[in-house]
């Protein structure tokens, strides 16, 4: 009776059940009224084609959650036995990891784009302010979050939601400007600080606590003082014991505060106890939606209660993630800098099937990524094409070239002869990443054969994201951008459904792998770019404040399901975790890993068919 009643509302309130990245809360927006803002983007989205991709992959979300639960309740007590036997087992193996040593700071400017912009224009000041256009908004300053307008929203979709909205251009030189400044200070505490962003650092405050006789809390607010003298503008602090935490923590007390947690497993345990799952880097939407309708999780802490259903449900290693939460555990180590493996572009627009409007773009962004190569002196022999079209399907082409290039002509003359091979057809973003750098041992322009373990071994470490084009079209805007901070995880299902695997779960003892050798938790669930003072790996001026933006492309799980001309079978990731084509691992969180590992099939096709050759079959054995 009760479930026929919920029906009955969710039909005369269909926004209720309608969740986007929109209506979920960042901070400075707990008093907003959550279901006006539902109603509100339903309404505006409703009929269009985002809308009915939403439709689809919820549908396909469901498909997943029906799924699960019915394994769920099919295990035996015997196989849960088991099952919480190995989690068991972990949890003393992941405590042995935990590492109370180091104090980590995660440092967050307040509103960053916003607040530059107030304060070179006081007028500004105590008005609802977004940055951004009409077509898509990168930060909203606190007076709009007020009314439930946020980073990624479309500007009309803000401007009804709060009519007195002002909007500001962006201007991202001048936000260099004021990061370069914090990051000053920045390294007067940590000259190895992590940048994430143009408002985002990691700092390991250690060394500095030990030397100074200071507390995490007291350097925690000597640095947003410093920030404050030198910049004008204020920021936020976490402090942890691990880069998780602390992030987490950051977000507790803004605007212009700081939290500190205690060097200590109690503290950690009581925090993390009641702490939402979302709050996590790594758990987004979809996530989040499956471990509460399969399991009833919310909380981190149900995350451990419950651990002997997640490892009988999940691969290993998601599984050890989210032990690894509800234990509190997180990076504690400065990670070495890892050198760029690839760089790219795109630029996502209205939907247009004017091919001479698309190639003058493809043009544009080839000439983006060359410069970009330029800068850095890369030379690259593996092209790939992204594509998205009006009806938001994402589609990747890759083509491995003879010589290495960096030449905007190069690049394009290849990259056109990708993209003429999709029209005719209505696209809505085109993009062009460049992979397989040149080394020391490689002369540039120079051919030569590249060998599949030279394609295996490229990772990516860079995105580059610009905005959208300036038309109120809920098709050509509403989820161009779904920025969320927390949607590594968030790539169960694709737009087709690719991705959804038949397999059957661990379903039998036998099935799940033994304890072995524990992940490096140091390089499990954070996608991070390292900075050396004022140097990081992370191409700022098209892209991000990971604060208020985290301008990722729509679904990052599109990212994993890529389909080609040129792959005989059809690629996906079993159990979202395994390569269908050759039995690689890697969990969802490594987005760009797996994006390379897509273009490595992609370009290994490519080669057998220049050769002649089909090895494909040989290496799966070697590498499954």
């Known amino acids: 009776m009760a479930e026929m009643e919920a029906k009955g509302e969710e039909q005369d309130r269909p926004w209720q059940s309608y969740n986007t990245v929109y209506t979920n809360a960042k901070a400075g927006m707990d008093g907003v009224d959550k279901e006006r803002?539902?109603?509100?983007?339903?309404?505006?989205?409703?009929?269009?084609?985002?809308?009915?991709?939403?439709?689809?992959?919820?549908?396909?979300?469901?498909?997943?959650?029906?799924?699960?639960?019915?394994?769920?309740?099919?295990?035996?007590?015997?196989?849960?036995?088991?099952?919480?036997?190995?989690?068991?087992?972990?949890?003393?193996?992941?405590?042995?990891?935990?590492n109370l040593s180091r104090i980590w700071m995660h440092v967050d400017m307040d509103a960053f784009y916003a607040a530059v912009e107030m304060l070179e224009n006081p007028s500004l000041r105590g008005k609802p302010l977004a940055v951004g256009s009409m077509s898509m908004i990168c930060t909203a300053n606190y007076e709009a979050r007020r009314f439930g307008v946020r980073a990624a929203m479309p500007g009309f979709i803000a401007r009804k939601l709060c009519p007195e909205l002002s909007f500001v251009p962006p201007d991202f030189k001048k936000y260099q400007f004021y990061s370069d400044l914090a990051r000053k200070v920045f390294q007067r505490y940590d000259p190895h600080f992590i940048a994430t962003s143009l408002d985002e650092a990691y700092l390991d405050v250690t060394v500095i606590c030990k030397e100074q006789g200071m507390d995490g809390r007291e350097v925690a607010e000597e640095l947003c003082d410093g920030v404050y003298k030198e910049t004008g503008l204020t920021c936020s602090a976490g402090v942890a014991p691990n880069r998780l935490l602390a992030k987490v923590c950051s977000d507790i007390n803004k605007p212009n505060g700081q939290f500190v947690l205690q060097n200590d497993r109690m503290a950690v345990m009581t925090f993390i106890s009641s702490l939402p799952i979302r709050k996590i880097g790594g758990i987004g939407k979809v996530t989040e939606q499956i471990l509460k309708n399969v399991l009833g999780i919310t909380t981190c802490e149900e995350l451990q209660q419950k651990r002997g259903y997640i490892y009988a449900l999940f691969p290993q290693c998601s599984a050890d993630f989210f032990l690894s939460v509800g234990l509190g555990l997180g990076k504690t180590g400065t990670p070495q800098y890892v050198p760029r493996k690839s760089m790219s572009s795109e630029r996502t627009f209205s939907a247009t099937s004017d091919e001479t409007l698309l190639f003058h773009k493809l043009e544009d962004i080839a000439e983006t990524l060359s410069n970009d190569m330029k800068k850095d002196d890369l030379y690259g022999r593996t092209l790939t094409l992204k594509i998205k079209t009006s009806t938001f399907e994402v589609r990747t082409r890759a083509v491995s070239l003879q010589r290495y290039v960096n030449s905007k002509e190069d690049i394009l003359c290849h990259a056109s002869k990708l993209l003429k091979a999709e029209l005719p057809g209505s696209l809505r973003l085109i993009g062009l990443r460049m992979s397989q750098f040149n080394d020391d041992r490689i002369g540039r322009g120079v051919p030569i054969q590249r060998t599949l373990e030279e394609i295996f071994n490229s990772v990516d470490s860079s995105s580059s994201m610009t905005l959208g084009s300036n038309r109120e079209n809920i098709n050509a805007v509403i989820g161009c951008h779904e920025l969320n901070a927390n949607v590594l995880n968030d790539s169960f299902v694709d737009d087709h459904g690719s991705c959804l695997s038949n397999a059957t779960l661990h379903s039998e003892p036998g099935n799940i792998r033994s304890s072995g050798d524990l992940p490096d938790f140091n390089h499990l669930h954070e996608l991070e770019h390292y900075g050396d003072g004022l140097l990081d790996n992370f191409k700022i001026e098209r892209n991000e404040s990971s604060s208020d933006q985290h301008l990722e492309s729509t679904n990052q799980s599109e990212s994993n399901s890529m389909t080609s001309l040129f792959i005989e079978?059809?690629?996906?990731?079993?159990?979202?975790?395994?390569?269908?084509?050759?039995?690689?691992?890697?969990?969802?969180?490594?987005?760009?890993?797996?994006?390379?590992?897509?273009?490595?099939?992609?370009?290994?096709?490519?080669?057998?068919?220049?050769?002649?050759?089909?090895?494909?079959?040989?290496?799966?054995?070697?590498?499954?």
Request: include cysteine; aromatic fraction near 8%; charged fraction near 35%.
């Open 37 to 98: 803002v539902q109603k509100i983007v339903y309404e505006m989205s409703k009929g269009s084609k985002y809308f009915e991709n939403e439709k689809r992959k919820e549908a396909s979300i469901q498909q997943r959650v029906d799924s699960m639960r019915s394994h769920c309740e099919n295990l035996t007590k015997d196989e849960l036995s088991h099952f919480e036997k190995i989690a068991d087992k972990r949890v003393l193996e992941l405590e042995a990891t935990r």
């Open 569 to 624: 079978e059809p690629f996906c990731w079993i159990d979202d975790y395994r390569c269908s084509l050759c039995g690689v691992e890697l969990p969802p969180d490594f987005l760009e890993e797996r994006q390379e590992h897509s273009d490595y099939h992609l370009a290994a096709m490519i080669q057998r068919e220049e050769s002649g050759h089909f090895p494909e079959k040989t290496i799966q054995k070697k590498r499954s």
